[in-house]
C-alpha cells in the first residue's frame, strides 16, 4: 500500500457510517491529521514522544484540572471554535473560551454575596443587569461566576488552602434583570505550568501568562447561553494573553470608588473597585 | 480578532521557539487542528464531546493498555508514519505497525523455547534467519516476539489467566544468524473495543478486526531496528484490518507439517504448524 493509498482507504472505511455528522468531521479529522505526518514525517521516536504527550495531559485531567482544554487554549482551537459558534448579533455580548477551571455546581448565592472567602484582596463589587439584545431586562437569569484569586490561584490550584469553592458562585438576576455580587480584585496569572502543557510552552518559549479576568456563564430560558470574560483594563497581558481569548469589547474598567454608604451596604471596606458591566443575550435559534 | 487573525496570530507567538524541528511540528499542527475546526464549525457541544473523548482515551491508557495507539492505529496514522519513516532498501524486509500490546522486559529465552504457557492453542514452529541485505547472517541479533493467543486475546487482556506475561519472549540468533521459538498458532481478533477507540469504531460503522499475526522488534548492533508483524496466509481480515497494517510482503505460510522428528526436538506435538522466515535489516544510516 503507498502512502497516497493509506489515507484513501482510510476514508473509504467510513462509508458505513450512518451519522453524516459524525462521518463529516471524521474524515476531515483524518484528512488533516494524515496531512501533519506528510508535512512532517515524524520519525517512530517522534510518534512515540507524541503518544507520549498526549498520554500524559490525559493523566493530568481530574475533577479539577482538564489539560486537555488547556491543550485546546493554548492552541488557540478553543479560541477558533469560540469565534466560529459564537456568531451573534452585532449588539449581543461577545462571547470567549471556557478555560480549564470551571466547575459544575458552585454554590448559590444570593444578590451581593461575597464568593472570597478569605476576603485578603482588594474589594470589588460587581453589577450589571442581563437584557436581551433589544435591552429588555431579564429576570432570573443564571450567572455561574469564577476567577483566580488576588494571588493568581484558582481554588483547586490551592486546595490545601479552599478545600471548598473558593471564589466561585452562582447568581440569578432580579425582576429588573440585575445581578450584583462582591469578590477579590482577580489578578494576571500563568497557566498552569507543572503539566504537560507547561512543558510544551517552555519548549516552544512561549511565555503562559494570562490578563487578569472573571469568567461568566450566562443563561436564561429562551436565550443563546454566554460563556465569557471580563477583562481588567490596563492589564499588561491584554495583548499577549497566552490563550488568545481577549475582545475588546470585554476589557471593562475596575473603577476605584470611595463610597462608604455603598460599600457598607455591600459589607465590603471602602476605598473598593467597582465594575458595572451588562450582559444583552441573543434569543435562541 | 477575526478568525483569519486567529491562526495568524497562533503561529507568530512561536517566533521565539529555538527548536526548529518543534517548530516545524506545531506550526504544521496548529495549522491542521485549525483547519478541521474551519472545516467541521464545531458547536460548543462537539468541541466539548471532543475534550471528553480524548481525556476518556487518556484515562485508559495504563501499564498494559495504549489507548492512544489504538487511536492512531484506527485512524492510520500509525501505518502513515511507518510508511514514511520506513523506506529502507527494497531488499529489506518491510516493516509495519508497533501496535497498542507491546510490553517492554518480555522474559529472555533460549533457542526453541516455547513461549505459550497453556499449551492449548494448534502448536507452531517459528524459526527463520536475521540477515543482511546482502544475504549475511547477524549473530546475536535480538527478536522481541509477542502475539494473540489462539482466542485472539493478549495475555494483558486476561490478566487473572495470565498474571505473568503469555507469548513473549525475547530471543537471540546464534552464529548462523538463526532463531527458533514454539508458540501457538495467533488467531484474529477484535483490536479492544471495550474503551473510547471501540466506541468510536462502533459510532463509525467500522469493523474492529485483525488478521492473526505475530508481532517482532528486530534489533542487532550497527543495524537500522525493524517493528514488523507476520500474517497468516488465508486469514479472512488481510484485506480489512482494522488498522491497515498488512503489506503483502509479510503474508507468510503457516504450513501444516507432520514431522515427529523434528516436533520432539522442539518439544511440541505432531502434526503442527510451521513458519520459517528471514528477516533482512537495513544498515543503520
Redesign the interface.
Known amino acids: 500500500?503507498?502512502?497516497d493509498n493509506?489515507?484513501v482507504?482510510?476514508l473509504a472505511?467510513?462509508e458505513?457510517?450512518?451519522?453524516p455528522r459524525?462521518?463529516?468531521?471524521?474524515t476531515?479529522?483524518?484528512t488533516?491529521?494524515?496531512?501533519?505526518?506528510?508535512?512532517?514525517?515524524?520519525?517512530?521516536e517522534?510518534?512515540g514522544q507524541a503518544?507520549d504527550f498526549?498520554?500524559?495531559?490525559?493523566?493530568w485531567?481530574d475533577d479539577t484540572r482538564?489539560e486537555?482544554?488547556l491543550l485546546?487554549d493554548t492552541?488557540?482551537?478553543?479560541?477558533?471554535?469560540?469565534?466560529?459558534?459564537g456568531r451573534k448579533p452585532e449588539s449581543a455580548t461577545e462571547s470567549t473560551v471556557?478555560g480549564p477551571f470551571h466547575l459544575p455546581n458552585a454554590p448559590e448565592l444570593s444578590f451581593g454575596a461575597n464568593i472570597s472567602k478569605d476576603r485578603i484582596g482588594e474589594p470589588t463589587l460587581v453589577t450589571g443587569r442581563v437584557l436581551s439584545i433589544d435591552g429588555t431586562p431579564i429576570a432570573n437569569a443564571k450567572l455561574d461566576v469564577w476567577q483566580a484569586s488576588a494571588e493568581g490561584l484558582y481554588d483547586v490550584q490551592e486546595p490545601e488552602r479552599f478545600p471548598n469553592m473558593n471564589l466561585r458562585g452562582i447568581f440569578y438576576t432580579n425582576g429588573e434583570g440585575q445581578f450584583g455580587f462582591c469578590t477579590e480584585k482577580p489578578a494576571s496569572y500563568p497557566v498552569p505550568t507543572d503539566g504537560p502543557v507547561g512543558a510544551m510552552l517552555k519548549?516552544?518559549?512561549?511565555p503562559a501568562m494570562r490578563p487578569a479576568h472573571i469568567h461568566f456563564m450566562v443563561s436564561a430560558e429562551k436565550y443563546q447561553s454566554l460563556?465569557t470574560h471580563l477583562f481588567v483594563r490596563d492589564d499588561p497581558y491584554l495583548k499577549s494573553d497566552a490563550v488568545?481569548a481577549?475582545?475588546d469589547s470585554l476589557i471593562v474598567e475596575f473603577k476605584q470608588l470611595d463610597n462608604p454608604v455603598e460599600a457598607e451596604q455591600f459589607g465590603i471596606p471602602s476605598p473598593y473597585f467597582k465594575v458595572n458591566e451588562d450582559f444583552r443575550l441573543a434569543l435562541a435559534v
Chains 1, 2 share one sequence.
Open positions: 500500500m503507498s502512502d493509506i489515507t482507504e482510510a472505511r467510513l458505513n457510517c450512518d451519522d459524525l462521518k463529516l468531521i471524521t476531515s479529522v483524518i488533516h491529521l494524515h496531512a501533519v505526518v506528510r508535512e512532517v514525517e515524524p520519525t517512530l517522534e510518534w503518544i498526549l498520554t500524559q495531559v490525559g493523566h485531567c482538564q486537555f482544554i485546546s492552541l488557540a482551537v478553543s479560541m477558533l471554535v469560540d469565534t466560529l459558534a471556557l519548549a516552544l518559549g512561549r460563556t488568545q481577549v475582545k
